[in-house]
């Protein structure tokens, strides 16, 4: 049974920090395309960083400079550091994984809030 639990969010104010976690069970974690992603109210979901291959990662604009994307593949966990925040960084942020090449297996995780005040 596959599992993606993410941890580490929470409220904080802008200009500060957070890190999420995603715990990965039930996939071999480096087989896998990971990534965060996050949904605000009443918008679409949107990706926030992805780390393919193992190697690469990509950024969405809005996140560049100020989040880093990271994987411990022994621990088979994903990380996602979160700094500089900004009220509209409030979200519930999903870890994704997807088996590569064809992202044919995709799993999400259920979500955790993080919530940035001004």
């Known amino acids: 049974q596959v599992q993606l639990v993410e941890s580490g969010g929470g409220s904080v104010q ?13 996939i071999t974690f480096s087989l896998y395309d990971m990534g965060w992603y996050r949904q605000a109210p009443g918008k679409e979901r949107e990706l926030v960083a992805s780390f393919s291959r193992g190697v690469s990662t990509n950024y969405a604009d809005s996140v560049k400079g100020r989040f880093t994307i990271s994987a411990d593949n022994a621990k088979k966990t994903l990380y996602l ?33 993080v919530t940035v005040s001004s």
């Open 81 to 113: 550091q979160m700094n500089t925040l900004r009220p509209e960084d409030t979200a519930v942020y999903y870890c994704h994984a997807a088996s590569r090449p064809t992202w044919v297996r995709e799993y999400w995780g259920q979500g955790t809030q």
């Open 14 to 26: 802008a200009g500060g920090s957070l890190r999420l976690s995603c715990a990965a069970s039930g």
